[in-house]
């Protein structure tokens, strides 16, 4: 494997590992590189809420001065970054809450294996406080910038790695989805992120919200600026270890020590460009056309798949999450300050259901705010019961969507990953319905992750028209002035198949890379001192 750029933070986590191992370059200069880089970058982008740079030097060193340590390990001197939610030794997870914070004395299941592994951790990144909103902002850590434009959004959770993944600081990062989490930050910033099956990995070794909801689960997951690299993660983190849901590596259904083959030609994708709830912007359209093209072109059979219920489904979706009427999170955030957007959704969530439709009529219907309007109504406190039953409708909506699969004979999706570029501050909230495309996904449990495909071209930026609701008004602002801002899509498949769907991602960004508007690091604004 040939170097591909002058710079070692322009590398993926592959590359790096392959210089180090052919003894190309040390662990300690990849290293100090990316030290060099964070310290560059991070006082623009604010992704880094703790860094362990001293540590990190003497693993280094460690792997330098003994050759045989760790040899053959995938991730062997590879600068990895940890969403600041999980057990990191010596670390603290906030989870941007001004009181008291965890402090963990060793190293959860994750990222002890991404240790393992041979990854070298270079701190922990910000999160939006409590991980409830698609805006990495907290009163402990401030907002975390997109690198691509500092006045734009990283979307959320997972938004402090995808910000220091895309600046280059790390080049293997650790997320997790429950909403979008990891998809939706990949897609604001233009990285890689997997979220693997619900269950595939255990979720043990991390804080957590919505504590007790077993029907939605997030699941970890890697991220990266390169498809091989999120291979890699997998491979780490599937790896033998006493809490493994399969126990070892080799007794999951698939393992990822090895570029599984798919038969293109065999292969039948499923798509829909848009989900008859939130249309995406055109950037995202061509985002799907040219991934069509690039996966026909190596055989694949293309089929047109007819949207799902989208707004029934993220109706099921909202309401098992809020069923506690927000209870969880009032007790988790009992003597913290409040960001003014988490206060807000918090006092929403309180709300009986019974005052919810005169609140939709009076409030929300007046401005325009119809798809808001019908989340919010599907919200609130519910009784054991009520939640049993709503539980119940969503099995039977998830069935139905499979059921089209199935009869459409389809291996794996193609969908969007987000209706519009990197939002705007302030507007989280206001644009959930936005996030259709991969909050759907979360409800169906299946794997999917998001690919880098494109940047905004400058005759994509144009207003929408006709009668737009207010979420969308809302869109044509943040579509406005976004010219080349990174956008990606989303590759769903079936449960288990996280192998097929990589193969999948891997052919659509060697399609993508090679067209003109490639969002690839090599483009990336200056920031700090390139």
Wanted: aromatic share 6%; charged share 25%.
């Amino acid at each position: 494997m040939q170097r591909t750029s002058p710079k070692l933070w322009q590398h993926g986590a592959a590359q790096l590992a392959h210089l180090i191992d052919s003894r190309e370059v040390s662990a300690s200069e990849v290293i100090a590189a990316h030290i060099d880089r964070i310290d560059s970058v991070d006082p623009h982008i604010h992704a880094m809420t703790e860094t362990f740079f001293d540590q990190a030097r003497a693993m280094a060193r460690r792997l330098d001065d003994d050759p045989s340590l760790l040899a053959g390990q995938p991730l062997r001197g590879v600068p990895i970054s940890i969403k600041e939610c999980f057990h990191v030794a010596g670390g603290k997870s906030t989870l941007g809450m001004t009181s008291p914070p965890v402090v963990h004395q060793e190293d959860g299941d994750h990222v002890a294996r991404l240790r393992d592994a041979g990854g070298i951790v270079m701190g922990t990144t910000n999160v939006p406080q409590m991980m409830i909103i698609h805006e990495t902002r907290n009163p402990v850590f401030g907002t975390t910038n997109n690198p691509w434009n500092l006045k734009r959004s990283v979307g959320g959770s997972s938004g402090g790695e995808a910000a220091i993944l895309a600046a280059g600081g790390t080049a293997l990062g650790l997320g997790s989805d429950l909403g979008g989490s990891i998809r939706l930050p990949s897609h604001f910033c233009g990285v890689a992120g997997l979220k693997t099956t619900s269950r595939r990995l255990d979720r043990g070794g991390a804080v957590e919200n919505l504590r007790g909801m077993a029907w939605l689960e997030y699941q970890p997951g890697p991220m990266a600026r390169h498809v091989a690299d999120l291979r890699l993660g997998m491979q780490a983190l599937t790896r033998q270890g006493p809490n493994n849901r399969w126990g070892r590596a080799e007794d999951a259904p698939l393992g990822f020590a090895a570029k599984e083959s798919t038969d293109f030609r065999s292969l039948r994708v499923g798509f829909y460009a848009d989900d008859d709830f939130f249309p995406p912007c055109p950037a995202v359209q061509r985002a799907i056309t040219e991934g069509l093209k690039g996966l026909s072109d190596r055989g694949a059979t293309i089929v047109v798949l007819k949207p799902p219920k989208t707004l029934e489904l993220l109706k099921s979706y909202f309401a098992i999450a809020s069923a506690d009427g927000g209870r969880d999170f009032r007790r988790m955030l009992k003597g913290s300050k409040l960001d003014p957007e988490v206060a807000r959704l918090v006092r929403l969530a309180a709300l009986p259901r019974w005052m919810r439709p005169l609140i939709a009529m009076l409030v929300l219907a007046p401005f325009g705010k119809q798809k808001m309007s019908a989340l919010f109504k599907a919200s609130g406190p519910r009784s054991a019961n009520s939640l049993w039953q709503i539980t119940y409708e969503a099995v039977r909506q998830v069935r139905e969507v499979f059921h089209d699969w199935d009869e459409a004979e389809v291996d794996v999706v193609l969908c969007p990953t987000h209706a519009t570029p990197a939002l705007l501050p302030d507007c989280a909230v206001d644009m959930m319905p936005a996030a259709s495309y991969s909050v759907l996904m979360n409800l169906l449990g299946v794997p999917c992750g998001n690919v880098p495909a494109t940047r905004v071209r400058a005759d994509e930026t144009k207003p929408r028209t006709g009668n737009l609701d207010a979420s969308e008004r809302l869109a044509s602002k943040i579509e406005k002035g976004s010219e080349g801002l990174p956008v990606g899509v989303q590759v769903a498949g079936r449960f288990w198949r996280e192998d097929q769907v990589l193969d999948v991602m891997e052919a659509l960004e060697s399609h993508y890379r090679s067209l003109p508007d490639y969002p690839g690091i090599e483009h990336l604004p200056k920031l700090g001192n390139d």
